[in-house]
Every structure is written in C-alpha cells, then in structure tokens.
C-alpha cells in the first residue's frame, strides 16, 4: 500500500501520485462580516493549529457558512483578517488560496468521469495524465472507493459521491480542507461510516480539518477542537470533554446535551460551593459561571446522566427532592425518568439500560438527587 508507507512517517511522497503534505494552520482575525439586515459574523476569531482537526458547531443561520466562505476566498469579511499557514491572504482569491472545501451538495462536475473529476485540479496546475492517473488512484484508494475512475457522478450513491468530492478537494493537496456539512445530505449509518473515514483520512494526512455541522454528536465525535458558535460569535471553544463537562454559558448549555434546569436566586456562595434558593428547596453547586451574585436570579443547570431518580438515594447526598415518578421512556440505549413535585418541577433522569438503578413505576414517590459538582450555576440574564 502506498499510504501505508506515509503513516509510518516517511517525508515526500507517498507514491507515484500523492504526496505528504503537512497541514498549515489558519486563523480569522477579528472577522466581521454584514448582510443587508443581519451581522453573520460579529468579531469572530478562530485559530486552526497544523494538522488540527477543528468543529464548527452551532445552530442552523449561525454563521458557520459564512466563517467558512471568508476562510475559503469567497466572501471578503467587512474588517478583521485571513491567515493561511502564517500569511495574511485577506486579499487573495480563493483560486490562490491553500484551501479546498467539501460541500453538503458535493458539487462534482456531472458531465466528467469520476478520475477526471478528481483529476481537474491537478490538470489545470499542468500535472501530467501519468502523474495524475496515479494521484486519482491513490486518492480513490484514500477514500476506499477503488475502481469507479470512469464512472460519472450519477452512476455513484450519494455516500459515493461524497467520497470522490472529498479525493476531488484533497487532489490539490491544500494546506487545510474546509468541510461544510459534508455528511449532511447522507443517511445516519452512513453518515457514521464517513465519520470514522474522514478522521482516518485526517491522521493518514495530516491535513488540517475544518468541519462545518449543526451536529454536536457529529461535532464532538471528530474533532480534536470544538469551537461553538451562536449568533455569529464564538460562544465557547474547547476539547469536546471540556466543552461538555462544563458549558461556559447557558446559551452552551441548552445546546449541548440534555440537562434539567431548575430557576433561582444565589443565596450563598462560600468556597467552592453555592447555594441557590428555588421552589424546590436550597440547592447546592460546585461551579457558578459569569460570578452571579448573591440575590441575583440564576438557572442550576444538570445533566440528565447525573440525576439520579430512585426509591431510596444514599444516605448523605448534595442534593435531594422528592418527587413522583411520571412517566418512564425506554430509547433503546438508556431509560429516560421523568418524575415532578407537587409544585409541577419536572426532573429528567436518564440511565442506561443495563446497569443503572432499579427502574422505578409510574406513580411511584422517589427521590431526585445529584451531587453538587454536577451541578453548574448560570446568571439567568446571559439567556
Ligand atoms: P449557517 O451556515 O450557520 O447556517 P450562514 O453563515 O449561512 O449560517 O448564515 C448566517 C446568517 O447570514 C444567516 O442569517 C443568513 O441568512 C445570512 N446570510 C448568509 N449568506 C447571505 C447572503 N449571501 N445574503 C444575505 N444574507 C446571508
Ligand atoms: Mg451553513
């Protein structure tokens, strides 16, 4: 195998037709970027290291195409600057940029074969048809797709396409390959297939990534980096545990996984621990975000995964109501336990399986309990 010999580190070339390329890093400094009416881009700052595998993820109009279209050449920003392996290509167009994108709609050109496909970039850089014929198979055999170089697009499955547009970008072998929901358009278990491919791709390379998703699971499943975004501004940026583990805003927060949510106001904060009162009593958190400050309305933010909903909780637990169990929801993987107090405060625990706690009836008086350092406390202004 001709990429085998590049994982093992060797420099140069890989084979007769692909070559190593080490990644190059790219940053938009300061972007902002206006239509008529909406601000897609607000002072966005973002930084790629080499060979970095970095997620874009927010929610659908929040600037995550724009971001990527300034990157790409496409679009020039309104102010702020575009850096691509160390210069500043701000002025460049995308034709001179180290830059190639996959997009959703693969946007292989219909009336060409397969290898000419893959081969067009690398025509017009004045590759030789030997050369080339080489590089397009060592691509194709990148992306597991060997012996389609005649076929034409509309003779391949929409995860076949995606493939070749994914060869196609990489044949000109750019610094960074942007990906904007290039697995939107696919079904689920393909989607997963293409995931795990394109993260194999990315460290059989080394070229740096920029994936573009509304996805979280998509997001957090690939990158190394994730960089949140809402409103056309980085909300919060992180490796997907910290991210996860500890959603900087409650903006974060409601976006990423499923929590339960219970209103208050901070009555105490001593050391690390805070005490909010609610109408479920005093509760207790070991992590406040945005230093709220004593009276001030705050949200107590906790993952469905660490509430716990049963009959009889340990004996000496952080946080404890008692509630009556409404409804059990079987997903497949995990339960989902709902269970409310007479005042109507719903809490949502989910468990695995296999495993987790004794599954409770409906009907039945429990109690919801969740250790303070689960527990995460947000101004309730910063919604
Ligand atoms: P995302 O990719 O996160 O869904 P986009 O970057 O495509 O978001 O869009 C961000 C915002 O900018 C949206 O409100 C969108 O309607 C607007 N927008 C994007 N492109 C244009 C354009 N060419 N003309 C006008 N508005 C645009
Ligand atoms: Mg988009």
Known sequence: MLLSRRTRGAPGRAGPGLRTRVGGSAEL??????????????EFDLTVAQGEFVAIVGPSGSGKTTAMRVLGGFEQPDSGSVWIAGRDVTSLPAQRREVNTVFQN??????????ENIGYGPKL????????????????????????????????????????????ALANEPAVLLLDEPLGALDRRLRGDLQIELRRIHRELGTSFVYVTHDQDEAFGLADRVVVVHEGRVEQQGTPAEIYDAP????????????????G????????????ATDVGLLHAETAHGAPAVGEPVVVAVRQERMAIEPRPPSVVDN????????????????RISASTPGGTTFVSSCPRWGGPTVPDVGAD??????????????LSTL
């Open 125 to 168: 850089r004045g590759v030789r048809a030997k050369n080339r014929a080489a590089l397009v198979d060592d691509l194709l055999r990148l992306v597991q797709l060997e012996g389609v170089q005649q076929r034409r697009p509309a003779q391949l499955s929409g995860g076949q396409q995606q493939r070749v547009a994914i060869a196609r």
């Open 366 to 379: 429990v109690v919801a309990h969740w250790p303070a350092a689960s527990a995460h406390v947000y101004p």
């Open 248 to 263: 900087a805003t409650l903006w974060a927060a409601r976006f990423i996984g499923e929590h339960n949510f219970v209103t």
């Open 320 to 335: 404890a109501v008692p509630v009556r169990v409404t409804e059990v929801v079987d997903v497949g993987p995990e339960l």
């Open 265 to 276: 106001r901070v009555d105490t904060s001593r050391g690390p621990r805070w005490s909010i």
């Open 29 to 42: 400094r300061g972007v902002s970027k206006s239509y008529p009416g909406v601000e897609a881009l607000v």
């Open 106 to 115: 693969y946007a292989l050109f219909p009336h060409l074969s397969v290898a």
